[in-house]
């Protein structure tokens, strides 16, 4: 009876580390697609993407004769190349803390429930539901120069989408738009998840209501802060769309020589002049310009992201 006693504890422990097993290999199972994905779209794209640099490629895009760095000095002296990393950076500088701070602050505002609730978030996050190109169609119909709605009410004669002085905060505009939605319901929910005894607690002690949002509420909600940080900087790092849809669909050929991000720079070489060489290696720097500034965002996480 006493050794059967001491193998029962032993027996418990062992089925325990089963279900344990058992339970990891099921979740793991369940992410497996999205890792698949990942590594299909994401990683193997890269990593393709960095070995066809290094040759001359045709517009089959079949290999041709090994290039080395011919490629990237090429693209590097090309002034459209140097104006195209330029104005990624800037758009990705404005365009994320923008798009943070206008949801965090719309997230604030609603984060207490009431009657109206439902209306006015189904409203915050409706541009997260549209499409990049119908998002253009609704700003070409605001920004038309003799029918839109902005120039109309302002009394303005800008042609929003054709001008170069103005086209690029038009497109940050979009941007911080379309961000909007997605980056609302994620500060909800977080801010919605404080406790609210913590910040009953702090009211009583006499601490405003500035204070308290600073003190307790920011750094609660500092892990969805760094979260939505990674995904728009990515998001405003391989911005392409919306210029791609301005060039076909509105006519403007203004965008090819005189406004490019990187990826956009990438979808030209490609598809426009049939010059696949650029195009990869173009693929390639913007692949590591994200990372750079995804490495960047990291380190903001150990000096200001604090985990419960």
């Known amino acids: 009876m006493k050794s059967a006693n001491r193998k029962d504890p032993q027996l418990r422990q062992g089925g325990a580390l089963r279900l344990k097993t058992r339970q990891s290999m099921k979740a793991y199972l369940w ?6 994905l990942t590594c299909v779209f994401t990683y193997y794209a890269f990593f393709r993407s960095v070995f066809q640099s ?3 490629v045709n517009a089959k895009g079949q290999n041709g004769s090994f290039a080395g760095l011919r490629n990237y000095i090429r693209i590097f002296s090309d002034l459209e190349f140097r104006a195209a990393i330029v104005t990624t950076l800037r ?11 206008l949801a965090l602050a719309l997230a604030l505002l609603a984060g207490k ?7 006015y978030e189904s ?5 997260m539901a549209m499409s990049t190109s119908v998002v253009v169609m609704i700003f070409q119909f605001m920004l038309n120069p003799s029918l839109g709605v902005i120039n109309r009410w302002f009394g303005l004669n800008i042609s929003w989408f054709y001008d170069t002085k103005y086209l690029l905060p038009t497109l940050i505009v979009m941007q911080v738009w379309m961000n909007l939605g997605f980056d609302f319901i994620y500060y909800l929910s977080a801010i919605r998840s404080v406790p609210a005894d913590l910040l009953e607690s702090a009211e009583m002690d006499g601490a405003s209501q500035w204070m308290r949002i600073r003190k307790i509420v920011l750094p609660m909600i500092s892990p969805t802060t760094f979260f939505l940080l990674c995904t728009e900087t990515a998001k ?3 911005i392409s769309a919306p210029l791609i849809i301005i060039q ?6 203004t965008t090819s020589s005189e406004l490019k991000t990187v990826i956009y720079y990438m979808y030209n070489s490609a598809f426009q002049r049939n010059n696949y060489s650029y195009a990869y290696a173009a693929a390639a720097v913007g692949f590591i310009l994200t990372f750079l500034v995804m490495a960047l965002s990291f380190r903001f996480e150990k000096k200001g992201v604090y985990y419960a």
Do not use: Q, Y
């Open 113 to 119: 429930k009431r009657k109206l609730s439902p209306i």
């Open 91 to 101: 758009f990705a500088v404005i365009t994320v803390p923008v798009s943070l701070a």
């Open 54 to 56: 290094f040759f001359l």
């Open 248 to 253: 076909t669909a509105l006519g403007n050929s």
């Open 123 to 127: 409203m915050f996050t409706l541009p």
């Open 31 to 36: 992410i497996a697609p999205a890792i698949l």
């Open 236 to 238: 405003s790092m391989m």
